[in-house]
């Protein structure tokens, strides 16, 4: 950010030097209160440079999208102006100039015809591809439906900014990379990361990292602090105009409320949800939207969201096809549920989504148990019941187990275990334990050796330890 500023007030002498200067103090502007009234002067700066650097205006106007992305509802009109100044600049071959025409194409045209250009840029992206993308290299993969894409693009952003020490980089790769993990089922790590991230404290990281906790907080399904959450979202974005903050917050109180079995409550908020339509952010709340309002008798709302989902099953990707089967299921003909949710524990299981093939077997035992199947619906949902419970999300575990007491099975209640060393933990403890130093373990893993430290500390605390030389005997007796 000094950067930025400090290179915006050179004082420049020629035409392009003056209208580099304008791009810089937009992006620096849009970076510290991106959301409402970000967008126009990041336009106003790119529209400059059009004719004297088009690879600068592009990247210029890929910053206006990401401004018009998180201000969302609160600027609905931002988006459209996006893609109209943008439309008519050389396309550029350069990766960002790819992402950026494919969100022109999803603005103008639906997000179906923006599939095969945001699965083109993911498919150029490089080990040294330029950190700049990351946030529409993230949503890419996202919209897409590509989870594994997801974990690959913020694996490498995190590392990267790690091993370079940037932490305005590592500020935002760290939470986009923990709702990765999250939607994989990797709860215990994706906390650990949010961890990390509140404790750097960079400003750019604050907005991603408030939305995938209070994701994960719903999925783990404790209603009070879940909903405490989610309300400092609600505030931030009405406070700060970043409408991306107040659909994330509806989708989630869905998640929420559908784990707990409050079916209208999430019908409510996934309805308030999608009254817009925000990259990534849609597919979800639809999927919620179906649930809600199947299980709360609204066949009309739930048809609606499915129709929805259909658009983005034409992605072709695990995720995308899982969410399209799974909504026919609640949604279609009796006769055909039983394949289509089949199908679409298969489409989730392939793409790694422990989340959702979790929740599809609970969906799927549900359905088995009113239809008087009851020996098949136990299968289902002791695999779902396990599931949920082991990755944390204990309002669905709940669910399953509400659900196996109906088919007359005898089911107790989890009682959560010791502390689980996270695989980087374990990693550490097992690096510490055999002598070696906190910046040689950094330097084998990619982390500074502060951060080494950071993770020692959580390691000492799981393990109930307070040496290093304590390590090897915790780590054996477990």
Request: glycine share 8%; with cysteine.
């Amino acid at each position: 950010m000094p950067d930025l500023l400090a290179a915006a007030e050179l004082g420049p002498l020629d035409p392009l030097q003056q209208a580099n200067a304008g791009r810089l103090r937009a992006k620096a502007s849009a970076m510290t209160n991106s959301g409402f009234g970000a967008v126009q002067p990041l336009l106003d700066a790119a529209g400059r440079l059009r004719d004297l650097d088009p690879a600068a205006a592009r990247e210029t106007y890929l910053a206006a999208f990401g401004a018009a992305i998180w201000a969302g509802r609160h600027d609905a009109g931002g988006l459209r102006r996006a893609a109209e100044a943008a439309r008519g600049l050389p396309p550029g071959d350069e990766t960002a100039g790819v992402f950026l025409r494919a969100l022109v194409a999803w603005t103008m045209d639906g997000p179906a015809a923006a599939f095969p250009l945001l699965a083109r840029a993911l498919r150029a992206l490089t080990d040294d591809e330029d950190l700049a993308v990351l946030w529409p290299a993230a949503n890419a993969a996202v919209e897409l439906g590509d989870l594994q894409a997801w974990l690959d693009i913020t694996d490498r952003a995190v590392r990267f900014a790690r091993t370079t020490g940037t932490l305005s980089i590592l500020s935002t790769a760290l939470p986009y990379r923990a709702a990765s993990l999250g939607y994989a089922g990797r709860f215990s790590e994706a906390w650990d990361l949010l961890a990390e991230a509140a404790a750097i404290e960079e400003p750019a990281g604050v907005a991603t990292r408030m939305v995938t906790t209070a994701l994960i907080s719903a999925y783990r399904g404790r209603e009070r602090p879940a909903l405490e959450l989610i309300e400092a979202m609600e505030r931030d974005g009405e406070q700060r105009g970043l409408g991306r903050l107040t659909a994330m917050a509806a989708c989630a109180r869905a998640v929420l409320h559908n784990g707990l079995g409050n079916y209208s409550l999430a019908m409510e908020a996934a309805l308030r949800g999608a009254e817009y339509q925000d990259l990534v952010v849609h597919h979800w709340t639809c999927s919620e939207l179906v649930e809600a309002a199947t299980r709360a008798g609204d066949p009309a709302v739930a048809a609606r969201a499915r129709e929805r989902l259909a658009d983005w099953g034409r992605a072709g990707t695990p995720w995308a096809l899982g969410a399209q089967a799974a909504a026919d299921a609640l949604t279609g003909a009796p006769e055909q549920a039983e394949d289509r949710y089949r199908e679409a524990v298969d489409h989730f299981a392939r793409g790694g989504l422990g989340v959702f093939e979790a929740r599809t077997r609970l969906l799927l035992g549900e359905w088995l148990r009113r239809q008087n199947r009851r020996a098949q619906a136990r299968t289902e949902l002791r695999t779902a019941h396990q599931a949920a419970a082991e990755m944390g999300m204990e309002a669905f575990a709940e669910r399953a187990r509400r659900e196996l007491l109906a088919t007359g099975e005898t089911v107790r209640k989890r009682t959560p275990g010791p502390p689980v060393l996270t695989p980087q933990e374990a990693q550490i403890a097992r690096l510490a334990a055999t002598g070696h130093p906190n910046a040689e373990i950094g330097a084998q893993l990619f982390l500074s050796p502060r951060t080494v430290e950071w993770h020692l500390r959580k390691v000492f605390t799981k393990l109930g330890v307070s040496s290093r030389r304590e390590i090897a005997g915790a780590i054996s007796d477990r």
